[in-house]
C-alpha cells in the first residue's frame, strides 16, 4: 500500500531531473525537510508548475517512494510577494539559512514556523529590516547557539544597565569587567537597546516583534551581530 501524506511545505531548492521532472527541497510541517519529485513539471501543460516557486508555502500531497516523495497534487497556500532585488536577495539568503540549517528526517514545528516567519520578514526587509536580523538570530538559537543576555556569560554575574559584549563562541553577554580578559576579536560592542532588543527577543518570542520600532543604529548592531554568529557557525 502506498502511503500519502497531506502537509504544508515551503520550497527551499529545486533542480532538474531528467527530461521533464524536478526534485524539489522542502521543509514541510508534517515530515520536516524532504527531497520530494515532481513528476513532470517542466511540461508546460503541468498543473503543479507555477505552485513550486521559491519559497511558496504549498499544500502539498505526497506518497512516499523507495528514495524520495512523490508530489501527487500541489496548490499554493500563500505566494510572498517579493519583487525588489533587496527582497530576492533577502528571501534567498534566507532559504539557504533554513536548508543549512535543517537535516532530513527531524520534525520540528517550531522550526517550521520560524521558516514561514522568516519568509514574511524578508518580504518587509526594506521596511523592518531588523525583522530578518532577529529571525536570524532566532534560528541560531533554534538550533543551538542560543544567546545568555542576563548574566555575564564569564563571571555570571547579573549583567548591570550598560554597554557591553556579545560572544557567539562564548554563547551571550561579556560586561565591560570580564571582557579584558578576553580576546576581544571574537566578540561584537553591544548597546543597551540592542540588549533589550535580545532580551525581549528572547522573553516574547518573534510573534511580538513585528510592532516594535527601531533606530537605524541598534537595526545595524544587531544586522552585524547576525552575520557574526552566520560567519562563525556555517563559515560563509
Ligand atoms: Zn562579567
Given at each position: 500500500?502506498?502511503?500519502?501524506?497531506?502537509?504544508?511545505?515551503l520550497v527551499?531548492?529545486?533542480?532538474?531531473?531528467?527530461?521533464?521532472?524536478?526534485?524539489?527541497?522542502?521543509?514541510?510541517?508534517?515530515?520536516?525537510?524532504?527531497?520530494?519529485?515532481?513528476?513532470?513539471?517542466?511540461?508546460?501543460?503541468?498543473?503543479?508548475?507555477?505552485?513550486?516557486e521559491l519559497g511558496s508555502l504549498?499544500?502539498?500531497?505526497?506518497?512516499?517512494?523507495?528514495?524520495?516523495?512523490?508530489?501527487?497534487?500541489?496548490?499554493?497556500?500563500h505566494y510572498f510577494r517579493h519583487i525588489t532585488l533587496p527582497q530576492i536577495e533577502a528571501l534567498f539568503h534566507w532559504l539557504?539559512?533554513?536548508?543549512?540549517?535543517?537535516?532530513?528526517?527531524?520534525?520540528?514545528?517550531?522550526?517550521?514556523?520560524?521558516?514561514?516567519?522568516g519568509i514574511n520578514a524578508s518580504e518587509e526587509i526594506e521596511k523592518?529590516?531588523?525583522?530578518t536580523?532577529?529571525?536570524?538570530?532566532?534560528?541560531?538559537?533554534?538550533?543551538?547557539?542560543?544567546?545568555?543576555?542576563?548574566?555575564?556569560?564569564?563571571?555570571?554575574?547579573?549583567?548591570?544597565?550598560?554597554?557591553?559584549?556579545?560572544?557567539?563562541?562564548?554563547?551571550?553577554?561579556?560586561?565591560?569587567?570580564?571582557?579584558?580578559?578576553?580576546?576581544?576579536?571574537?566578540?561584537?560592542?553591544?548597546?543597551?537597546?540592542?540588549?533589550?532588543?535580545?532580551?525581549?527577543?528572547?522573553?516574547?518570542?518573534?510573534?511580538?516583534?513585528?510592532?516594535?520600532?527601531?533606530?537605524?543604529?541598534?537595526?545595524?548592531?544587531?544586522?552585524?551581530?547576525?552575520?557574526?554568529?552566520?560567519?562563525?557557525?556555517?563559515?560563509?
Amino acid at each position: 500500500m502506498i502511503h500519502s501524506v497531506k502537509t504544508k511545505g515551503l520550497v527551499l531548492q529545486r533542480y532538474d531531473l531528467g527530461e521533464t521532472d524536478r526534485i524539489i527541497v522542502l521543509y514541510t510541517q508534517a515530515l520536516g525537510k524532504i527531497k520530494a519529485v515532481a513528476k513532470g513539471i517542466r511540461n508546460p501543460k503541468s498543473r503543479k508548475s507555477g505552485h513550486l516557486e521559491l519559497g511558496s508555502l504549498v499544500n502539498l500531497v505526497l506518497s512516499q517512494g523507495k528514495t524520495f516523495y512523490y508530489i501527487d497534487s500541489v496548490t499554493t497556500d500563500h505566494y510572498f510577494r517579493h519583487i525588489t532585488l533587496p527582497q530576492i536577495e533577502a528571501l534567498f539568503h534566507w532559504l539557504k539559512l533554513i536548508n543549512s540549517s535543517s537535516r532530513e528526517g527531524e520534525i520540528n514545528n517550531d522550526f517550521f514556523n520560524l521558516a514561514v516567519f522568516g519568509i514574511n520578514a524578508s518580504e518587509e526587509i526594506e521596511k523592518k529590516p531588523w525583522l530578518t536580523s532577529l529571525s536570524e538570530i532566532e534560528l541560531y538559537s533554534a538550533i543551538g547557539y542560543g544567546l545568555n543576555t542576563t548574566n555575564c556569560v564569564i563571571g555570571h554575574e547579573a549583567l548591570k544597565a550598560e554597554p557591553a559584549w556579545l560572544s557567539v563562541a562564548q554563547g551571550g553577554v561579556i560586561c565591560r569587567d570580564h571582557i579584558k580578559n578576553q580576546p576581544k576579536s571574537s566578540a561584537l560592542p553591544i548597546s543597551i537597546n540592542a540588549l533589550k532588543v535580545l532580551r525581549f527577543l528572547d522573553s516574547e518570542g518573534l510573534k511580538a516583534l513585528p510592532n516594535i520600532r527601531l533606530s537605524d543604529e541598534v537595526a545595524s548592531e544587531l544586522t552585524d551581530f547576525a552575520s557574526t554568529q552566520r560567519h562563525e557557525i556555517f563559515s560563509w
